[in-house]
């Protein structure tokens, strides 16, 4: 069993990286996310199931795109 994990700068927008991230998800389906801020309204439908971690940078971001 090979394990594998997703780390990703951020999810504050979706753009392109995320796109990126939601193809390595669905090739990945129990892979573990990591990012060190995310807004769930940014994260794709098809990363939904997979675990999120963040930093406690977290606590920082404003949910309005400043942090």
């Known amino acids: 069993m090979t394990r594998v994990v997703l780390v ?3 999810f ?6 995320e796109k990126v991230v939601e193809e390595f998800g669905r090739i990945w389906p129990d892979a ?11 994260i794709g439908p098809s990363l939904g199931d997979h675990p999120l971690t963040v930093s406690p940078l977290q606590r920082l971001y ?6």
Do not use: L, Q, V, W
């Open 8 to 10: 990703h700068e951020r």
């Open 12 to 17: 504050t927008e979706r753009a392109g990286s």
């Open 32 to 42: 573990r996310i990591f990012a060190p801020i995310a807004d769930p309204a940014t």
């Open 62 to 67: 404003r949910n309005d795109g400043r942090y």
